[in-house]
């Protein structure tokens, strides 16, 4: 590609950085979209973050995503959050306009976008969906699908205080809109044959762990889609015991193409082809393993 001074700068910043596949999406996306844009990949220790965006204020950057540890972080250092970034209180991506740095959480909506064509004709208002785990990732989707205004979001964790939590934060802003629960077997039983869709946002299922699961396959049903947030291997354990009843299955690629689509569409008004953007990622990915 062609740079000049014309050039705008995107970027993603973390620590460490070197994993990210946002560089591999963004920068097809812009070429394939035809914009004079380009995405950086800058590691950051959290003792330079403040730094680091008073440089990006100076370069006159069109935005920037943020992954961990500074999603949380990077809040003291803008000027501006969405409604529902400021309520998950976590941001993955800054839109820098007329001299205003602007937060916003795109994790939650990606995941939405993800699911939308997969759940059939399930109005919003019935809908109930059990999240196993309980990190940050699994806050910003439980927000989000409460602000969507599903009917429930079922949090389980092993250490319950955590699920009540976080249920308590979400019932705050939408009352009655989350439940939490412990991971015994009952537990479970009873949220799985409440739900539409089962997510796991646990570690289990990685490549370290391949071979667990957070759910007994005893547990599933073949009406359920099972949602995998972990999208390394593309097949988790969980998605083999769900394919093998007929359910419906999906990785969390699809949560991390949505997620950066929407950011790209915040930055520059467009949004773009989904096809495309898997592609890229699937490139990305496999650039990794090699």
Not at 9 to 19: F, N, S
Not at 51 to 57: A, C, I, N, S, T
Not at 116 to 134: D, Q, V
Not at 175 to 186: F, L, R
């Amino acid at each position: 590609m062609r740079i000049s001074v014309d050039t705008k700068i995107y970027a993603v910043i973390g620590d460490p950085i070197v994993q990210s596949l946002s560089p591999q999406l963004h920068n097809g996306l812009f070429k394939a979209t035809g914009l004079d844009a380009l995405y950086l990949p800058i590691a950051v220790k959290s003792e330079d973050l403040g730094k680091l965006v008073d440089g990006f204020r100076l370069m006159n950057v069109g935005g920037f995503n943020i992954t961990k540890p500074h999603k949380m972080e990077i809040m003291k250092y803008i000027d501006q959050l969405d409604p529902l970034a400021e309520k998950i209180g976590a941001v993955n991506t800054v839109v820098c306009r007329d001299g205003k740095m602007i937060g916003y959480n795109t994790d939650g909506n990606g995941f939405i976008k993800s699911i939308e064509t997969k759940i059939g004709n399930i109005p919003r208002s019935e809908l109930t969906i059990l999240i196993l785990g309980c990190g940050g990732a699994v806050k910003s989707v439980a927000m989000a699908l409460a602000d969507w205004g599903i009917q429930k979001v079922i949090i389980a964790n092993r250490t319950v205080a955590k699920a009540k939590e976080l249920a308590g934060q979400i019932n705050e802003s939408w009352p009655g809109k989350a439940q939490a629960i412990d991971m015994t077997a009952e537990a479970l039983k009873a949220a799985v044959n409440e739900a539409a869709v089962v997510v796991n946002g646990t570690s289990l299922g990685m490549a370290d762990t391949a071979w667990q699961t957070p759910l007994d396959k005893t547990l599933l049903k073949k009406e359920l889609l099972v949602y995998d947030m972990i999208y390394s291997p593309a097949v988790t354990q969980l998605m083999k015991d769900a394919r093998e009843i007929g359910a419906q299955t999906e990785n969390g690629l699809e949560m991390l193409l949505y997620q950066g689509l929407l950011a790209f569409e915040l930055w520059t008004g467009v949004f773009p082809d989904p096809v495309l953007g898997k592609k890229l990622l699937e490139e990305g990915i496999k650039t990794n393993e090699n």
